[in-house]
């Protein structure tokens, strides 16, 4: 194992999207026969050193070699199929074809009159099925199997390949207990044969499970290479946060100890994403929702929002109850709501600013359904003005906007109704840094005209002005902490952990 | 390891072979619904089964099966052509324009008769290739390209016809739409024969592997290897030749071009389609599928017409019938259409 190089060696890698650095100098080297774990917070530069690594993307400088030798180009697919292989959150896989095309799609075996043999093609994948122990029939139309069959299959053919370096993103996202153990001895199983993993993680539970190395990745740059044994949780936590801006916490006031609850949120559970949710939200409060992105904290957001109805428990607003899964109800109930994905769920992008920013307040804009033109421009001016929306006017499509210019009008629609409790998703997510400091310091002042406010983000940045952070993990609230938290601390609780200080 | 294989392998038998039974059982939907309608057309009259009155039925459905056929290969890659019915029209149209003596009709008379059907099929090819320009070289909507040259292609064929229907074609454009071959007509043959080249190709050829692979998932086809332009260069090419061939066919039975013919049939081919298991979102469906699905629409028209339905009729409960096959094949396929 010394004596042979390495099955994967990146050095100064560096990977720039027009002004943006996605990786800066980076490097990682992975020895044959290890499982080596690639962690690092949203935006740290995984994604990206994947994509170079599996010939995706070229890096613009730096170099790749897999075994000693240089990488292939680009273009020559089949020999990067041979060195490497990832297998996605997403399916590659064909649903509508069986297993078995599915593994040798584009390969098939030829009988003699030149059609193919499906006879050959099924029992060939059998056969490779069999080799590595993957127990599902070949015959099953892949749309069939569950995500971790599915898994099995993809990892068979990337073998079947040549590959014996394998690439696993966030393999256990949407695996339960007892698949992630079996694919645990799986993974296990396969490094024993000589198969290389990279398994990248948010759960560092699981990298101190399986992982004999770990590398972490903090801004688009490597930060640490280090054998799993020999690195404390607590240091490979502070790895990922980085030693900057601990102590947190603004010189805002605190809110009024008895304010009336907004939000009274009891015994909430919703299967498949939370359970035994309660929690209170006081006027002038602003209280984080933290968590990593399946953690179940949107789910909860949008449940207050009325994008969701709970299962069960209570849900009130400002003293009333709307009705569960109602979005107008939710909006009648004094909610303003910022949306995860603005482009998903945000703005409307060929409609115009004064539209967008009116949308939840058709009523307020003329009589029996008539929009009165002058009055919407009229809203959108004071909206444009208040939120510094740098824009020539009103009628702008919002397509033709900056990114935190349109994140301004998703937040602007949000306070039109003048809102009693704003919750916000990922609110300063693809945005600049001085349109975040100004829709973070809105958000303040919106908490101190008597508004409660729940964000739900795992930005840290985002959560330092909450006066107290709830943190969700596998869809329950394990922690509170309050305002003054150590970044360590709270990373490490959303991303499950305990640390053993 | 070894307990794992045995507590999936337990638990695994009965639900698997259920669904790979569904899966191929789907192929065959339609099959119980020709079964229940050759009953009731033998109870309406005793003709129904009669073999001459199922050779008319397969000769009066062979054209539009072959559109049928164009348009299954063209959605199963996740595309769309509207603009075959025009082709349908305008491929015999320019064929019989460049053919036909002066005095009869629009005919220039320019070539002789023997060109008539080359020049038909090398319309449709340059249709196609203009059609595949606009969607994959240019990167177009599918639907939008080919709608618009549904209207230019009908268009033109109204241009150079006069708006008239063009008579006295040459014998040769005649032949394949009228001759008998072994007691059934040519045209029979010739969409019996398609349709199973078809069931081959896409069942049995890596070519046509590739088709459902691109429709299902265009960058995971992509990652295969597979030359996914190149392939819908081929099938959008090849449907629109199929469009000229089955206007080639119409015209010989007719003995004539009219400048509205295959006017509406695209409407008739996407209902079979669709009735006959291919998705409008790609990637699935069989050709055997698409044949029972044309085969269901013109055995239902044929029952209605023996048991003497009013022509004025005909259309709305054509539409009807459209309805109920859909919802059929929505319960028995389980899922609903998307």
Redesign the interface.
């Known amino acids: 194992m010394v004596a042979a190089p390495p099955v994967v060696e990146a050095t100064g890698v560096t990977k720039r999207y027009g002004s943006t650095v996605a990786l800066h100098d980076a490097a990682i080297t992975i020895e044959q026969g290890q499982t080596h774990a690639l962690v690092g917070r949203n935006g740290a530069g995984k994604s990206t050193l994947v994509s170079v690594l599996t010939g995706l993307q070229a890096p613009d400088e730096g170099t790749i070699t897999f075994g000693g030798e240089p990488a292939p180009r680009l273009t020559d697919?089949?020999a990067w199929r041979q060195r490497v292989a990832c297998v996605y959150q997403k399916s590659?896989?064909?649903?509508?074809?069986?297993v078995a095309?599915n593994l040798f799609?584009?390969?098939?075996d030829?009988g003699r009159s030149?059609?193919?043999s499906?006879r050959t093609v099924r029992t060939k994948a059998r056969e490779l099925l069999d080799t590595w122990?993957v127990?599902v029939?070949v015959?099953?139309?892949a749309g069939?199997l569950d995500v971790e069959q599915r898994q099995f299959v993809e990892i068979a053919r990337a073998l079947s390949f040549g590959a014996r370096f394998i690439i696993l993103d966030e393999p256990t996202a949407q695996l339960d207990a007892a698949a992630i153990a079996?694919l645990f001895?799986?993974i296990t199983?396969l490094q024993r044969q000589g198969v290389t993993f990279l398994f990248i993680s948010h759960h560092l539970q699981e990298v101190y499970e399986i992982c004999d190395v770990v590398t972490v990745f903090r801004d688009a740059r490597h930060v640490l290479t280090a054998a799993v044994d020999s690195l404390p949780r607590a240091d490979l936590v502070a790895a990922m946060t980085g030693e900057a801006a601990t102590e947190t916490g603004t010189g805002r006031r605190t809110p009024a100890e008895h304010a009336a609850p907004v939000l009274e949120m009891t015994d909430a559970a919703l299967p498949g994403a939370y359970e035994d949710v309660s929690f209170q939200v006081r006027a002038g409060e602003i209280v984080g929702l933290a968590g990593a992105a399946s953690s179940g904290r949107i789910e909860i957001a949008e449940t207050i929002a009325g994008l969701r109805a709970p299962a069960t428990g209570s849900l009130e607003i400002a003293g009333t109850r709307p009705r569960p899964g109602s979005v107008p109800a939710a909006l009648r109930a004094g909610v303003g709501f910022v949306p995860q994905d603005r482009h998903h769920q945000g703005y409307v992008a060929q409609m115009s600013i004064a539209d967008n920013g009116t949308l939840t307040i058709p009523d307020r804009l003329g009589r029996a359904g008539f929009i009165d033109g002058r009055r919407r421009d009229g809203f959108a001016r004071d909206m444009i003005g208040k939120l510094a929306i740098k824009t020539p006017g009103p009628e702008l499509p919002v397509s033709g906007l900056s990114g935190g210019n349109q994140q301004k009008v998703v937040m602007a629609r949000a306070l039109a109704n003048n809102p009693k409790l704003l919750v916000l998703i990922n609110p300063t997510a693809g945005v600049d840094v001085r349109s975040k400091e100004f829709l973070l310091g809105k958000v303040e002042e919106v908490a101190e005209s008597g508004a409660g406010v729940v964000i739900a983000s795992d930005e840290l940045d985002d959560l330092r002005l909450c006066d107290r952070v709830l943190v969700v993990f596998g869809g329950r609230v394990v922690a509170e902490m309050p305002r003054g938290w150590h970044d360590h601390r709270l990373v490490a609780a959303m991303e499950g952990v305990e640390l053993d200080d | 390891?070894t307990d794992?294989?045995t507590a999936?392998?337990t638990a695994?038998p009965a639900p698997?072979?259920r669904?790979?039974a569904i899966?191929r059982l789907r192929d065959l939907a339609l099959i119980p619904a020709i079964i229940v309608i050759a009953i009731v057309g033998q109870l309406v009259s005793p003709v129904f089964l009669r073999g001459d009155n199922l050779v008319n039925v397969l000769q009066t459905m062979s054209e539009i099966a072959i559109l049928v056929l164009a348009q299954t290969l063209v959605l199963i890659v996740k595309k769309m052509d509207l603009s075959l019915e025009s082709t349908v029209g305008l491929a015999p149209g320019v064929a019989a324009w460049l053919t036909v003596p002066v005095g009869a009709g629009h005919g220039l008379g320019l070539l002789p008769g023997g060109w008539s059907v080359p020049i038909t099929l090398a319309v449709g090819v340059v249709i196609g290739v203009i059609n595949a320009l606009f969607i994959i070289r240019f990167g177009l909507n599918g639907f939008i390209v080919t709608l618009g040259m549904l209207i230019v292609l009908r268009g033109i064929l109204t241009g150079i016809s006069g708006g008239q229907t063009f008579f006295r074609l040459p014998a040769s454009m005649l032949y394949l739409g009228t001759t008998q071959w072994l007691g059934m007509p040519a045209s029979v043959w010739l969409c019996l024969i398609l349709f199973a080249a078809g069931i081959?190709v896409l069942?049995?050829?890596?070519f046509g592997?590739?088709l459902?692979?691109i429709g299902?998932?265009v960058?995971?086809?992509k990652?295969?290897?597979?030359r996914t332009d190149r392939v819908l260069w081929i099938v959008i090419v090849t449907a629109s030749l199929l469009a000229a061939l089955s206007g080639l066919l119409l015209s010989g039975r007719l003995a004539s071009v009219a400048s509205a013919q295959g006017n509406g049939y695209i409407f008739t081919v996407f209902a079979a389609a669709v009735i006959g298991g291919i998705s409008l979102n790609g990637?699935?469906g069989t050709m055997f599928g698409a044949f029972t699905g044309i085969l269901l629409l013109f055995l239902i028209q044929n029952v209605l017409t023996l048991a003497g339905v009013p022509a004025q009729w005909i259309g709305a409960l054509n539409g009807t019938i459209i309805l109920i096959a859909l919802a059929l094949s929505r319960v028995t396929g389980g899922k609903a259409q998307e």
Do not use: C
């Not at chain 1, 590659?92 to 069986?98: D, F």
């Open positions: 697919r089949d590659t896989i064909l649903p509508e074809l069986t095309e799609l584009n390969r098939h030829h030149g059609l193919i499906w122990s127990d029939d015959r099953l139309p069939e079996r001895s799986r199983e | 390891m794992t294989q999936v392998t695994a698997t072979s669904k790979i899966a081959v069942g049995f050829t890596s592997r590739s459902y692979a299902g998932n960058d995971a086809a990652a295969a290897g597979i990637g699935k």
